[in-house]
């Protein structure tokens, strides 16, 4: 399985790997099928699934639309490990509601920083219906 990665290095910095530009295992077949997907994306380039997770052990994916309003929230862990947060919607929309934590590439190798389990639980209350709602 390969992976399409986008290079926002460009020039200074190309992968020379598995399946890079010069590599040897891209078939004629191979590169045919690769170039009829990828025409349309510059500063990309192809690596193995293993080769993927061996140098990028961490992916962040990001949902970005240009007419997103954007506001974060952030505050301590209580005691218990919960924390409640009450937000109220005024309007209808879409919304996307995420949680996140520092990423283990903020502290230095020789860290043993380790991710909590984090989870996050949605609940929609309409005062005007009387209702509870589990998203």
């Not at 500063?43 to 052990?57: A, E, G, H, L, R």
């Not at 862990?77 to 009450?86: K, Q």
Request: net charge negative.
């Amino acid at each position: 399985m390969l992976v399409l990665l986008r290079n926002p290095y460009n020039e200074n910095f190309q992968w020379t790997g598995d399946w890079s530009e010069e590599s040897t295992l891209w078939t004629d077949q191979a590169q045919e099928i690769m170039q009829s997907s990828c025409d349309e994306f510059e500063n990309t380039f192809c690596m193995s699934i293993q080769d993927y997770v061996k140098f990028f052990p961490i992916t962040f994916i990001c949902k970005y639309h240009d007419d997103y309003v954007f506001s974060c929230l952030s505050a301590p862990i209580a005691t218990d490990g919960r924390y409640l947060f009450n937000i109220q919607v005024h309007a209808e929309g879409q919304y996307t509601f995420a949680v996140s934590q520092k990423s283990a590439r903020q502290f230095p190798m020789t860290s043993t920083y380790q991710y909590s389990d984090i989870s996050m639980i949605l609940i929609m209350e309409d005062h005007d219906m009387d209702t509870v709602e589990f998203i």
